[in-house]
């Protein structure tokens, strides 16, 4: 396009000699553009752009990437406006469970091809039903192009098995074993490594983004002097790594300390990643916040008023038409119409029915909390006692929310309720809702007639109307939960309304962010 250029204007300055001096400095100007724009991006041909996300390539390496529908988004960009393209190279990926935190935790995972390098081929499959995943490639990274002998672990058997010893399943293996192996690395093969660093050097820009993980098992020392050697760490975003001193790689101590001075000198900074720590490092700094650090978050058993008002919520189920039926009709009812509610839903529904979500923000009338990322069973979160998960299941819940909504969730209402789930939601400064009239009780209770088991629905509408009733008499909580799963909520929810919004009723709603002690 330069050349074209060029050539029409020294057309058009043939008979202007004057302009001559002129254009030609213009000329000039143009042509060092292009050259500048060709140093600095030497794949700037739009074929050759369209060819790295297709495919992957290294040395005689070849794979013809599988990318999902929204890789015609990334040929758009990366060929239209020439806007960075993002890239993840998850290196020791094991059985994906970096891509899992990755989309659990990151605001905006789908923008990124994500590479994942693992030499373990039997976890192949758990990639299958990875959308947004441009590759798993079964090489191992190291500081050279070579070819090691990798181990990986035996076949699991159950406990007692004759002549067999059980091996744990960590997935993954490592190019490194001790004299006396203890870690069940009973299978060996060789396999083939990439130089990481000029992997990187061939496939990364300066203007794309890239995130690296590094978790390979003893062979990053090797990698991480090569990308010192090679200037490769400049081409890198974000990087995040696990240090493995204990693997027999045969660095010295004083040789590990040194390459960790090296890079500490030359401002390599990294965030420790360790695969059996479910959580991303910074992943609660980066933008936009989830949550605001500074705000404490309260236990709420009662709401302010306790004697006379009650607030109204929804605890929305996983069957979005049933949860989008109830949440509707309560906002339809009249006696309520100028009042906000609180809704409660899992990260899961979030992400799969976000425009269902914004039609309920839209009424300016839902306060929106979060309930956990999925459903589960009583006893789960009875015996939960591990804080990485349950800080991973609400973080990923309330990132949902913020993606899909704009907004910061304050409210955390789970299924069932212990200790650690509190002190984490505390915390993280989300109102903790303790303590509710659930309708219908997530437990047995006595005062729900025998009368809602057995008759058809319309005649369920009595029993539960009367144990809700009997319940914020109590006046052990005025916050009243509805639970969107149970047909029998919704058939009864006009009628509780009518009875509750009657002139001379001595329960009366309020807005549902009053709800504080």
Known sequence: NACVCVQQLMKIMAGHKRLFPVATSFIAAILLCYVLLHYHHPE??????????????????????????????????????????????????????????????????????????????????????????????????????????????????????????????WGGGSLFVFEKEWRSLGVSEDVKTIDLSTFIRQNVRHDDELILKIDIEGAEYEVLQKMLDDGTFSLV????????????????????????????????????????YPTIPISKDIEPRVYDKKRAGQVVDKCQNAQSEIVLAVAAGMNS?????????????????????????????????????????????????????????????????YKPDLEMNIISSLRQVT????????????????????????????????????????????????????????????????????????KESNVLVLDSDFEEVWISSVFLLDFLTKRDSELKPVNFDQCSN
């Not at 990366?78 to 990755?102: E, H, P, Q, W």
């Not at 045969?250 to 300390?257: D, I």
């Not at 409660?344 to 979030?350: A, E, Q, S």
């Not at 058809?456 to 109307?465: A, H």
Request: charged letters at 25%.
């Open 403 to 474: 993606k899909f909504t704009g907004n910061q969730a304050r409210w955390f209402y789970p299924d069932f309720r212990n200790d650690l789930m509190k002190t984490t939601a505390l915390t993280l400064g989300l109102n903790y809702l303790n303590r509710t009239v659930r309708a219908p009780p997530t437990e047995p209770s006595d005062d729900l007639s025998p009368l809602f088991f057995s008759k058809r629905s319309v005649e369920k509408i009595p029993p539960l109307l009367e144990y809700i009733y009997g319940a914020l008499k109590k």
């Open 237 to 276: 975003d974000r990087f995040f790594l696990e240090f493995h001193d204990w693997q027999p790689s045969g660095w010295t101590k004083e040789e590990k300390e040194a390459l960790r001075t090296r890079m500490k000198k030359e401002g390599i900074r990294y965030g420790k990643w360790e695969a059996e």
């Open 44 to 169: 700037f041909d739009s074929t050759a752009s369209r060819t790295k996300i297709n495919s992957l390539s290294y040395g005689t390496y070849s794979v013809k990437t599988e990318l999902p529908e929204s890789a015609s988004t990334l040929d758009r960009i990366y060929n239209g406006d020439m806007r960075k393209r993002k890239v993840f190279l998850d290196c020791g990926a094991n059985t994906g469970s970096t891509y899992i935190m990755f989309h659990k935790m990151w605001p905006n995972p789908e923008e990124y091809q994500m590479i994942s390098f693992e030499i373990d081929r039997r976890l192949k499959p758990y990639y299958a039903s990875f959308v947004n995943h441009t590759a798993m490639v079964p090489l191992g990274v190291a500081g050279k192009d070579s070819t090691f002998t990798a181990h990986t672990q035996d076949l699991w058997v159950p406990k007692g098995d004759p002549g067999k010893k059980q091996a744990s399943q």
């Open 321 to 385: 038409e049933r949860a989008d039926r109830l949440v509707k009709t309560v906002l339809a009812h009249s006696g309520i119409a100028d009042q906000r509610i609180g809704v409660f839903v899992y990260g899961d529904f979030v992400k799969q029915h976000p425009g269902q979500i914004q039609q309920w923000m839209d009424t300016n009338r839902v306060i929106l909390g979060i309930r956990g990322d999925s459903p589960k069973p009583k006893w789960y979160y009875e015996k939960l006692n």
